[in-house]
Structures are given as structure tokens and as C-alpha cells.
């Protein structure tokens, strides 16, 4: 079975320093790879994916991620974090061909002045 | 979350009693998702349908739970009778193709059993 695990559960930095989430996956196969974003009273909202192809994925809000097969990591990356980026943040991997997702245990992102 | 809308945003009911969440997606899918957010076992997936059909309900917690798709514009997940360990946001959330693409969540609606 897939899993995810997301290592960081918090996370602070500053506003205009870089910023960079890990999340690893288990899977026998090439994933499905997603990250999304999650702001307080509200629902998930995807930041990028990996399906094939180009192994740097670029996203919306400036945000770009890796997948590592060799790693098995797909570590999300900004390099100047603004202050409205605090939110918690959710690695998720699919299976080919089937519709379930299952997601890490998030990462909350603290951004300060 | 565009695409969904989930009523009610907020509910508080009392044990033992019967909860219904609702959800209306508003644009085009294939496939629709239920999830249950809690803060001890994060994003669980509880079932999902695609194309009003379930397919796997794998992750719904106990028979108290039923969720129905009657068409391709409603779904409802229902708690029969609810316990305080339902407590939890729960989300509807749909797939434009029946592929393992990107998901569009609702806002949620917030449980509280007591």
C-alpha cells in the first residue's frame, strides 16, 4: 500500500527567506505525486503535480517541486517565502490507474516578519 | 473549491442523533470524493464514486456511516447515530476524469458532536 510521510509537522520561517517542505513517499511503481495548500476554514487547494515526464514540477504562487525516484522525495521548494504562504501544506501520492489518494499528515508553515 | 459547495458549513448536534452533510458539485467531474480531517489521523479518505457509482468505501469508519450519490449534482454523507469521536471537518471534494488527476475540495463542513 502507498503511504506518505511528511517529516516537518512545523515549520517557521522569515518572510523573504527560502523554503523547502520534505515529503517522502512509499510506492512500488512511479507515483502520482501532489502537493497541496490548505488555509485555515478552508479546503485543500493543488499546488502542483507529478505525473511523468520533467522531474522539476512548477506550480502555482511560485512554488516548485522535485521528485527523487532515487530518494523516493518529492520536496516542495520556494526560494522567498511571502507572509501570505502561511497555511499547512499536504504531500499526497496516487496510484496509476486508481482514483485513491493518500495524503501525508501536513506541514504547518509559519511565516514571520 | 470553486467547484463544490458543502452545506452546512458548520454543525452541532448531539449524540445519538442523525447528521447529513450535503454536498452540490457545480462544475463537471466524473468522479467524488468524501474525506475526514481530524487533528490525531489527519486526511482520511472514507469513499469515493465515480460517476455516481461507489468504488470504494474502504474508509468509511463503522455502518453508521452511509454516503449516496443519487445523481451527478448531489451527494450526501450520513452519520446515523453520531458519536463525539465523529467530530471532525469533513470534505467533499471531485475529479474532472475518472483518471488519477487533481482533486477540488469544499470548504468543509465542521462536526461537533456532544
Redesign the interface.
Known amino acids: 500500500a502507498q503511504s506518505v510521510t511528511q517529516p516537518d509537522i512545523h515549520i517557521t520561517v522569515s518572510e523573504g527567506a527560502s523554503l523547502e517542505l520534505r515529503c517522502n513517499y512509499s510506492y512500488g511503481a512511479t507515483p502520482?505525486l501532489?502537493w497541496y495548500v490548505q488555509s485555515p476554514?478552508?479546503?485543500?487547494?493543488?499546488l502542483l503535480?507529478y505525473f511523468s515526464g520533467d522531474t522539476l514540477v512548477q506550480g502555482i504562487k511560485g512554488f516548485e517541486a522535485e521528485f527523487k525516484r532515487s530518494q523516493s522525495s518529492f520536496n516542495l521548494r520556494k526560494p522567498s517565502v511571502h507572509w501570505s504562504d502561511a497555511a499547512e501544506y499536504?504531500c499526497a501520492v496516487?496510484?496509476?490507474?486508481?482514483?485513491?489518494?493518500?495524503?501525508?499528515?501536513?506541514t504547518k508553515l509559519q511565516v514571520i516578519p | 473549491d470553486a467547484g463544490v459547495i458543502q452545506s452546512p458549513r458548520h454543525e452541532v448536534t448531539e449524540m445519538g442523533q442523525e447528521v447529513t452533510l450535503r454536498c452540490k458539485p457545480i462544475s463537471g467531474h466524473n468522479s467524488l470524493f468524501w474525506y475526514r480531517q481530524t487533528m490525531m489521523r489527519g486526511l482520511e479518505l472514507l469513499i469515493y464514486f465515480n460517476n455516481n457509482v461507489p468504488i470504494d468505501d474502504s474508509g468509511m469508519p463503522e455502518d453508521r456511516f452511509s454516503a449516496k450519490m443519487p445523481n451527478a449534482s448531489f451527494s450526501t454523507l450520513k452519520i446515523q447515530p453520531s458519536e463525539p469521536r465523529d467530530s471532525a471537518v469533513y470534505f467533499c471534494a471531485i475529479s474532472p476524469t475518472a483518471l488519477n488527476t487533481e482533486a477540488f475540495f469544499g470548504q468543509g463542513t465542521r462536526l461537533t458532536v456532544v
Do not use: A, I
Open positions: 502520482y501532489f476554514g478552508q479546503g485543500l487547494q493543488l503535480k499536504f496516487g496510484e496509476r490507474g486508481y482514483q485513491k489518494v493518500t495524503f501525508g499528515t501536513g
